[in-house]
């Protein structure tokens, strides 16, 4: 059974609008296109070590191009920690592990923020601006 891409096996928070959703996640993905990166991990179970905050935002990295703008295709939620690993463990489990990119909880842009897809899991710092 695939997730559907669609976040089916998720339980989540939704955001109050996909302008709220494509917000969160153009600033996640800021960070992983430009912070630095803290590590790279050998499976989800080193990455249940590292979820040490207890809400976070999930989104598909999921961008289409027109030009030279960007659209969010995806969804971005909130999920309690224990819920997200239920969730990533279970997409494992399933070998629908897709094109991710998880933060924790954050007000104004978040400090890090996680990429993660079947091949890979990268922890990113933002980069401070000056």
Do not use: W
């Not at 630095?36 to 070590?49: A, K, T, Y």
């Not at 920690?81 to 489990?93: A, C, R, T, V």
């Not at 933060?103 to 079947?118: E, H, N, Q, T, Y």
Request: proline share 2%; aromatic share 14%; charged share 30%.
């Amino acid at each position: 059974m695939k997730n559907k891409y669609s976040f089916d096996y998720l339980n989540k928070i939704a955001l109050q609008s996909k302008e709220d959703e494509a917000e969160i996640f153009f600033k996640m993905n800021k960070i992983v296109r430009t912070g630095s990166l803290i590590c790279s991990l050998e499976c989800i179970n080193e990455l249940f070590l590292k979820l040490d905050k207890e809400m976070y935002y999930i989104s598909h990295n999921c961008i289409m191009r027109k030009g030279k703008q960007k659209f969010f295709m995806g969804r971005t939620f909130k999920t309690q920690k224990e819920d997200l690993k239920i969730f990533l463990k279970k997409s494992h489990e399933m070998d629908d592990i897709r094109s991710l990119i998880i933060s924790p909880f954050f007000l104004g842009a978040p400090d890090k923020a996680i990429f993660l897809d079947d091949e890979q899991i990268i922890i990113y710092n933002a980069l401070l601006d000056f």
